[in-house]
């Protein structure tokens, strides 16, 4: 019995891998995303030079073989801010669709379970919710409770929360009537057992692909709110508040503008791409038609 | 159609006091006294307390939370701490910079996405089709105001063709006026008009695949009249409530780009209430756009119920 699930568990995988690699968006999606998070994490170990010391002598240069995307108004190398900028980009998207997963797929799928009043309740809630616009409620919270990564974090997870309640839940619902799941419960097991051992496997692929939108939809709020000056606060950089330096510079300096920005929409292109890939190799019954 | 109109109402309004709500207590709980704001650092115990009493800053939650209510309703938003002028006139005076970017944003995102969207779908499978939607990817990656940045230094800083930022006010003439919004807005519709674009021609291709499609094709009709007169009807109501939805993107978005071009719209009044702690302002202006959201939404539905009867049945 075991063998058996393990092999068809592989047979899954191969087929997934085969279909993956003629995808062409995942396979672009995965690339880009793969280029991204790796700049990332090499950061951690080596940048061209340091980020957090300002040499005056070098400041706003162009483009060149020393500097290869320029210097800013402080003469620090924009090709280094824009690789330790990635990380908190990364972190901060990555932390907002965590809290979206863990807060609104229980709930979710609480509210698939128990239908009725639970349901009516949880639906109406993330009603009222989606009816703030989401950048406008993150500029509230952050402006409130201070600006700050932390409270950018936030302001971004709380509006992830009925995004994952409600993909979890219409997962959920279509799954509740299925054969399976009836002879699990014919064999008296309970709701919530019935939820992590049958519901949540089937799910994942769902909430993978809408993980995967909220993900590039956060780093553009990020973005957004450090442009503002709520968001990530110097000096720690971020591509966000590199813009908004950028902007009084515009006229001596674009590459201070046009660099960080290019690096938001590569990101957020590469995750595009891969949660359409995936949402194609995944599931072909959610395929578009092309 | 009218129980449906009811039904939709009924849920309307408690959205609307839940979300009002919601925005009273987070206001509640941030600490500072708006009385010790407005009358500054200088002020004397005994006149902090008489203008709490006069602001009705001592009255019970509930009482204070209806009263704003009931204000907000009668067009009584409050008196700003720090201008000491009525809420209502502030948004007024910038809702006439706000209001027109954003419709002007929603206009050139449909008139740009319609067109693109049909005529993608109308050469589905082929290079040009295949041009658009690569297009319209890259045009959903793009943060709107750093597209805002890049607008202003070719059009304002290089050909010098409009105004880089700055509002000259409608008494200064329509179209000066009018010009100072025009980047703005461009720099708003780009992105949403990716996706509308996307919306328009996957809903077409849906539509097209419809057995009454394959009727009108089969006695006769031209491909051209079938895809105007039947197609593009039916599926233009999905595009009509992702353009309901975009509405608040829009709104929200203009938040941010009115700071690109220093335009003194309700964004930058909110982020001046913002550091100037100036919490009343922040708090109307925050319920204003829910608001607006919920009661757009709203009529997209009713539309949407009154142009397909199956869906009043819900």
């Known amino acids: 019995m075991e063998e058996e699930l393990i092999a068809l568990e592989h047979e899954d995988w191969r087929h997934f891998t085969r279909k993956a690699f003629t995808n062409r968006s995942f396979l672009a999606g995965a690339l880009i995303t793969a280029v991204v998070v790796a700049v990332a994490l090499f950061s951690f170990a080596w940048t061209p030079y340091d980020v957090t010391k300002l040499v005056i002598a070098d400041r706003l240069q162009s483009p060149n073989a020393a500097h290869w995307f320029g210097t800013d108004h402080f003469g620090r190398d924009i090709l280094s801010m824009i690789m330790v900028g990635s990380r908190n980009s990364i972190a901060v998207a990555l932390i907002a669709v965590g809290i979206g997963i863990a807060v609104g797929v229980p709930l979710g799928c609480w509210a698939a379970a128990k239908r009725g009043l639970a349901d009516e309740v949880l639906m109406r809630a993330s009603d009222i919710v989606f009816a703030f616009p989401a950048l406008l409620s993150a500029v509230m919270i952050t402006a409130i409770f201070g600006p700050g990564i932390v409270n950018a974090i936030i302001a971004i997870g709380i509006f992830n929360i009925p995004v994952f309640a409600r993909v979890a839940r219409g997962g959920a619902l279509a799954l509740w009537p299925r054969e399976f799941v009836l002879a699990a419960r014919a064999s008296g097991k309970r709701a919530g057992l019935i939820t992590v051992q049958h519901i949540l496997p089937n799910i994942a692929n769902l909430l993978l692909v809408q993980g995967t939108i909220q993900f590039s939809l956060g780093i553009l709020a990020e973005a957004g709110l450090s442009y503002v000056g709520l968001g990530t606060q110097p000096p720690a950089p971020s591509w966000g508040r590199m813009l908004f330096e950028a902007q009084t510079m515009m006229t001596i300096a674009p590459h201070m503008a046009i660099v960080p920005g290019l690096a938001i929409i590569v990101t957020v292109l590469g995750l595009n791409l891969l949660g359409d890939g995936l949402r194609d190799v995944l599931d072909p019954r959610l395929r578009r038609q092309r | 159609m009218l129980s449906y109109a009811l039904r939709r109402i009924a849920v309307v309004l408690i ?300």
């Open chain 2, 15 to 314: 959205t609307l006091l839940a979300a009002s709500a919601i925005v009273f207590a987070v206001l509640e709980i941030v600490p500072g006294d708006p009385a010790r704001l407005m009358l500054g650092m200088n002020a004397g115990e005994d006149a902090i307390a008489a203008l709490r009493e006069q602001m009705g800053l001592n009255q019970p939650l509930l009482i204070r939370y209806f009263s704003w209510l009931g204000g907000l309703l009668s067009g009584d938003f409050g008196r700003s701490y720090t201008y000491s002028v009525p809420v209502i006139d502030l948004v007024r005076e910038r809702l006439v910079v706000s209001l027109p970017l954003a419709l002007m944003a929603l206009f050139l995102s449909t008139a740009i996405a319609i067109p693109v969207g049909i005529f993608s779908a109308s050469r589905r499978g082929t290079a040009s089709d295949a041009g658009v939607m690569a297009a319209t990817q890259l045009g959903i990656a793009i943060p709107n105001f750093w597209f805002a940045l890049l607008l202003v230094y070719v059009f304002a800083v290089t050909l010098r063709l409009v105004p880089a930022g700055g509002f000259p006010g409608w008494q200064a003439g329509f179209w000066p006026a009018l010009a100072s919004l025009l980047l703005p807005a461009i720099a708003l519709a780009l992105p949403q008009a990716a996706i509308l674009s996307r919306v328009t021609r996957s809903a077409l291709l849906d539509v097209m695949g419809e057995d009454y499609i394959r009727t009108a094709r089969a006695k006769g009709l031209p491909a051209n009249i079938v895809l105007w007169r039947h197609a593009l009807r039916n599926a233009l109501i999905p595009v009509l409530t992702i353009l309901g939805l975009q509405f608040s993107f829009l709104l929200a978005g203009t938040i941010i780009i009115e700071n690109v071009f220093y335009l003194p719209g309700l964004g930058r009044l909110v982020f001046q209430a913002i550091t100037q702690r100036d919490l009343i302002v922040v708090e109307s202006v925050v319920v204003l756009l829910v608001a607006t959201v919920i009661i757009v939404n709203f009529l997209v539905d009713l539309a949407y119920a009154w142009a397909d009867p199956r869906l009043r049945r819900r």
